[in-house]
């Protein structure tokens, strides 16, 4: 008999969300229109600081409203974090835009600003054009040099989409991401810090933004008696729910987040003593939700190889991933302008995810450090 699986990342229900999806059921409130919907935006909203928020069905689609609101269209050129899940960059080929991936630096593994701004001269250099937009990631939970960014993005008046999906709950200095950027996204797939099922969300300061996304969002459905459009809509809504379950989630979201810091600390203090293992640490008045808890492996000091213990992993029926494959090497992805400096690359080599879900047990985390541990040895 395999021994039980250890997730990843597996979703971690409360004690209420069942309540509020009853009463969903109780009240027939069955469609994405509800009450539920209603005070998970505003749930999201008061816990992020930030004045408006729209739940959608996915952060993609969260990303793809972001970029039809600051009127990205064919043939612009959007600026993108390459270090990445699809999912962020995909929506900017849905607009027939470009993308242009920008590498990373070694500090938090995200946008290198320095890199940012070359990028940003160079395509004005090279097209006439300034980028339509930037968009942001903050992988797995470690906020990017969010305030240099925003800085070299307002000196070129380019608006800032900020990828928060891994990020829910990570600050710096005391702001939460996805709230420095124009507008901001959250993602509430199953895997993710707290799950709603399948969801995602678009927060702004903005508030006429985020009206223009629930009206996209549910069919771009003009003011009338009858079915009236003059636009493009689109599907996106979360359903009351997935909401009522979002809810839920929503009032257990800090221990969540102390549980993945748990994860990670206790990772780095079982492990960091064998050579060549590596963690990546917050800097200062930076704090990551450690949504994922990732060791980088240096194979010139270690005695395996990120390959080598995946598959020592995966022999005990524990599940764990190499970094984000960058998407300046994804086959379709690779024909856009990309900007790097080999860190991505590297980071994808050399780098691994490790069981890290906040229900991940006492037993079940002894039983990675050991197969860990026989392979560092
Ligand atoms: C999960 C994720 C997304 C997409 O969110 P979905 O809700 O799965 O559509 C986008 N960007 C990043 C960085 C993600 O991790």
């Known amino acids: 008999?395999?021994?039980?699986?250890?997730?990843?990342?597996?979703?971690?229900?409360?004690?209420?969300?069942?309540?509020?999806?009853?009463?969903?059921?109780?009240?027939?409130?069955?469609?994405?229109?509800?009450?539920?919907?209603?005070?998970?935006?505003?749930?999201?909203?008061?816990?992020?600081?930030?004045?408006?928020?729209?739940?959608?069905?996915?952060?993609?689609?969260?990303?793809?409203?972001?970029?039809?609101?600051?009127?990205?269209?064919?043939?612009?050129?959007?600026?993108?974090?390459?270090?990445?899940?699809?999912?962020?960059?995909?929506?900017?080929?849905?607009?027939?835009?470009?993308?242009?991936?920008?590498?990373?630096?070694?500090?938090?593994?995200?946008?290198?600003?320095?890199?940012?701004?070359?990028?940003?001269?160079?395509?004005?250099?090279?097209?006439?054009?300034?980028?339509?937009?930037?968009?942001?990631?903050?992988?797995?939970?470690?906020?990017?040099?969010?305030?240099?960014?925003?800085?070299?993005?307002?000196?070129?008046?380019?608006?800032?989409?900020?990828?928060?999906?891994?990020?829910?709950?990570?600050?710096?200095?005391?702001?939460?991401?996805?709230?420095?950027?124009?507008?901001?996204?959250?993602?509430?797939?199953?895997?993710?810090?707290?799950?709603?099922?399948?969801?995602?969300?678009?927060?702004?300061?903005?508030?006429d933004w985020i009206n223009k996304a629930r009206f996209l969002a549910t069919q771009a459905r003009d003011q009338a008696p009858h079915y009236q459009h003059s636009q493009i809509g689109f599907n996106y809504r979360l359903s009351n729910i997935c909401a009522g379950i979002g809810r839920g989630q929503l009032e257990v979201l800090n221990e969540r987040i102390e549980a993945r810091r748990a994860n990670f600390d206790k990772y780095r203090s079982y492990l960091s003593d064998y050579k060549g293992f590596n963690f990546v640490s917050e800097p200062e008045g930076y704090l990551s939700n450690r949504w994922l808890s990732t060791v980088i492996i240096d194979p010139s000091r270690a005695k395996c190889d990120r390959e080598k213990l995946r598959l020592a992993l995966e022999k005990e029926n524990i599940e764990a991933r190499p970094l984000w494959k960058p998407m300046h090497q994804q086959p379709i992805f690779a024909c856009y302008p990309n900007y790097q400096n080999g860190v991505s690359d590297q980071l994808f080599d050399n780098g691994l995810c490790l069981p890290s879900g906040s229900n991940l047990t006492t037993t079940e985390f002894s039983r990675v450090i050991e197969v860990v541990k026989r392979q560092a040895q």
């Not at 269209?73 to 390459?82: F, R, Y």
């Not at 999912?87 to 070694?106: H, M, Q, R, W």
């Not at 307002?154 to 005391?174: C, F, H, M, Q, W």
Request: proline share 5%.
């Open 1 to 207: 008999m395999d021994k039980p699986k250890i997730y990843l990342s597996s979703p971690h229900m409360g004690s209420t969300e069942f309540d509020y999806v009853k009463e969903a059921f109780d009240t027939n409130w069955i469609s994405p229109v509800g009450p539920h919907i209603t005070a998970f935006e505003s749930g999201l909203a008061m816990y992020n600081s930030i004045s408006h928020c729209a739940a959608l069905s996915s952060g993609t689609a969260a990303i793809h409203l972001a970029l039809i609101i600051l009127g990205v269209k064919q043939n612009d050129e959007v600026i993108c974090s390459s270090f990445t899940f699809s999912g962020t960059c995909n929506p900017i080929v849905y607009e027939k835009a470009i993308p242009v991936f920008v590498d990373s630096e070694l500090q938090t593994w995200n946008m290198d600003p320095t890199l940012l701004e070359h990028a940003i001269v160079d395509r004005i250099q090279k097209t006439g054009k300034t980028p339509k937009a930037i968009i942001i990631v903050h992988l797995y939970g470690m906020p990017a040099k969010i305030e240099e960014i925003m800085a070299i993005a307002r000196k070129y008046g380019i608006p800032v989409i900020e990828d928060a999906a891994e990020a829910l709950g990570s600050t710096v200095n005391g702001k939460k991401l996805g709230t420095f950027g124009d507008l901001g996204v959250y993602s509430f797939n199953g895997n993710k810090i707290i799950t709603t099922s399948g969801g995602g969300a678009l927060v702004s300061n903005n508030e």
